[in-house]
């Protein structure tokens, strides 16, 4: 029988023919990752169209989709408790088979460097990495990326916690993960989506500016890089129109040996780490819909100086995640940005910022937890992330995971009272009664009347209240 060699390229379109046929899953889908639990289990990916995939979990159950015209299709498997190890499997023409996957509690992590800032950048890395063994707790790390539309897929290897890989986590995450296990004895994935030095626009989905009045001027930004806006067809057409005017003009100088005119402003979505929605959809769009507890966020540090303005953009981010993973109004807890000195900028800037992170608590289903304490104000980058993935995690133990008797929450301001010739400032969250830190008497209380002059103030605490008075202030 002869044999029959083929073209080169011929060879080439038959193997890709071939791939794009393969059943194929997520990137992010690998050995070692975890699945939420006692939740339904989405599970999805691509195949070629028409093509039946079944999908089945060791111990659990299985389902079958079929990919529709776009090669597309989804499964959603049987809640599941917490345990494991199991094997995922995915069969059509050809089969995917995942190992060592755990069903626990999957938290997403994202942010600025803060929350990208790594186990070995924290205190006491070196002890903290040779008693970080705990191979139940899992970690991918979401690489850099933009993109001007939503990207479907990307690629993260989920690693297992150990003193070698470790180093590498979110401290954030991981400070609070290891509370988690240690309290619920089940296993935690993260998952790591951040980037140091970004502003709090690049993460928002379009759906969350369009949630916003006050962020109108954004939506419209983004909406005009938008294929199916008529306003970004029409900007198209434009462009497609002066660049072939660009094109005769410039055979005309190339023939006559002069300059070529300048081409045309070019029409792009937006792609920088900056732009509204660049960061979301390289970095977070092809995750949505994994099944998950809920979301941390630290970051402000990049929007410090808008003020009551970031409380608008806080609504959108949340807003906007909520409304497309579409698993109702999950945990999103967040850090209050640590104390720290902005050079020559105006002294109450971070007061103003710090105002706008606690009105952002209105958001149903949120938390914030305090660093003010914790901070150094000669770094921006505070090494104690121990406390901060504690504090973090006693949000979650309490609000999600029935630790009532838990107390997860600074003294925070609830009321004011004159009471004749002194004032009582009330905190809720004093749990059973407010103390100084150090033993020693309060200080740095202030009071003001028709003087309009603040002076100092004695105060002293009374149970779930701070008593201020002074000689200086009559009224």
């Known amino acids: 029988m002869k044999q029959v060699r083929l073209p ?47 999908v089945a979990l060791s111990g659990g159950s299985t389902a079958t989709a079929t990919a529709n015209a776009d090669g597309r299709w989804k499964v959603a498997l049987e809640s599941m408790p917490a345990g494991g190890p199991h094997t995922l499997t995915a069969r059509g023409s050809n089969k995917i088979e995942i190992k060592d996957v755990l069903i626990g509690e999957v938290w997403l992590c994202s942010g600025q460097s803060n929350m990208e800032w790594s186990v070995r950048g924290s205190l006491n890395p070196d002890e903290e990495a040779a008693a970080a063994k705990h191979p139940l707790i899992r970690h991918i790390k979401v690489a850099r990326k933009t993109s001007g539309l939503p990207l479907e897929d990307l690629s993260a290897e989920w ?59 954004i939506l419209n930004q983004v909406s005009l890089t938008r294929p199916e806006n008529p306003a970004y067809q029409q900007r198209l057409k434009k462009y497609l129109a002066a660049t072939e005017d660009w094109v005769a003009e410039t055979r005309t100088t190339l023939v006559a040996k002069r300059p070529a005119p300048a081409f045309p402003a070019e029409l ?41 303005l970031y409380h608008e953009k806080k609504k959108a981010l949340v807003r906007g995640w909520r409304e497309i993973w579409g698993i109702g109004d999950f945990p999103f807890y967040y850090v209050q940005i640590a104390p720290y000195h902005y050079g020559s900028e105006d002294p109450a800037i971070l007061a103003r910022f710090w105002e706008a992170q606690a009105a952002s608590l209105e958001i149903p289903n949120t938390g ?56 009582r400032v009330k905190f809720k969250h004093a749990a059973g009664g407010l103390k100084s830190r150090d033993g020693k008497p309060l200080s740095h209380f202030e009071l003001i009347g028709e003087q309009a002059e603040f002076v100092r103030a004695d105060a002293r605490i009374e149970g779930d209240s701070i ?7 009559r009224q």
Not at 14 to 36: E, K, W, Y
């Open 368 to 423: 914030m937890i305090v660093t003010s304490d914790i901070g150094n104000v000669k770094d921006i980058h505070p090494r104690n992330k121990q406390e901060v993935g504690r504090r973090l995690a006693l949000l979650a133990l309490k609000n999600d995971y029935g630790k009532q008797d838990l107390v997860a929450s600074g003294p925070v301001f609830e009321s004011l009272k004159i009471e004749g010739a002194q004032l």
């Open 268 to 308: 792009t979505p937006l792609t920088r780490h900056t732009d509204p929605t660049a960061l979301f959809n390289a970095m977070l769009a092809p995750i949505v819909g994994y099944g998950m507890r809920g979301a941390i966020w630290y970051q402000g540090e990049s929007n410090h100086s808008e003020g009551m």
């Open 159 to 217: 690693q297992v916690c150990s003193p070698e890989t470790v180093p590498n986590f979110t401290a954030a995450g991981y400070f609070m993960a290891r509370k988690l296990h240690q309290e619920l004895g089940v296993p935690i994935g993260l998952i790591n989506s951040s980037w140091g030095g970004t502003r709090i626009e690049p993460w928002t989905p379009i759906e969350g500016f369009r949630k916003v009045p006050a962020l109108t001027d």
């Open 8 to 54: 080169f390229f011929a060879l080439v379109l038959l193997i890709s023919l071939s791939t794009q046929a393969d059943v194929r899953l997520p990137g992010f889908f690998n050995d070692h990752m975890v699945l939420q639990r006692e939740k339904p289990i989405p599970i999805w990916g691509w195949a070629k169209p028409g093509e039946k995939v079944t």
């Open 467 to 473: 008593l201020l008075s002074t000689k200086g202030v």
